[in-house]
């Protein structure tokens, strides 16, 4: 049983997040996998992904990996990155797209036209680093600046329908949810494994994580 597993179903650039997750884990075992025995067997979890919404339920699904999830989800410390939490709510409008259902919510698409404040047209998808503000306690938030900046790239954010499920947000110009956490759950749209020692701090406090609130 590895200590430590990273979910691959064959969408985006794993490396980097097993490299980060190597680097905080001291002596747990890290593993990149798409086995469903290995998801299901492992203390903790990590759900990255990049692409298209569809594409990755789809692939998800193509390798049996939807159960685990769901499992992982329900009852061990779960990380979820970028698509791995957007697929964790309820549709997205990404080619009208359900996804998993573990929180209820949206995930919406960032309008086209939106300024700064200076007037400046704004870039979708949103790509870069930003400023992401604690809303609220958590553990993997711990020692962590309320304002530390983090690195997106991303054209959909998610809109939960209970407000408490935020942790933090972000503002591009609008305020959008960009880090949510329930029980064992705790899942990000930016990239932890790419936003230097901010990240790597919030993965150090994952990997110690019992999946308290």
Known sequence: MSDIAVIDYGMGNLRSVEQALHHVAGEQSVIVTSDPVEVMAARCVVFPGQGAMPDCVRELDARGLRQPVLEAAANKPFLGICIGLQMLFEH??????????????????????????????????????????????????????????????????????????????????????????????????????????????????????????
């Open 92 to 213: 997205s409008e990404e080619g009208d797209t359900a996804g998993l259902g573990v929180l209820q919510g949206q995930v919406r698409r960032f309008s086209a036209g939106m300024k700064d404040r200076a007037g400046y047209k704004l870039k979708v998808p949103h790509m870069g680093w930003n400023e992401v503000r604690q809303s609220r306690s958590h553990p993997l938030w711990s020692g962590i600046a309320p304002d530390a900046r983090y690195y997106f790239v991303h054209s959909y954010y998610v809109e939960p329908v209970d407000p408490a499920l935020e942790t933090a947000y972000t503002e591009y110009p609008a305020r959008f949810t960009s880090a949510v956490g329930r029980d064992n759950i705790f899942a990000v749209q930016f990239h932890p494994e790419k936003s230097q020692q901010a990240g790597l701090s919030l993965l150090y406090n994952f990997v110690n994580w019992d999946g308290r609130p």
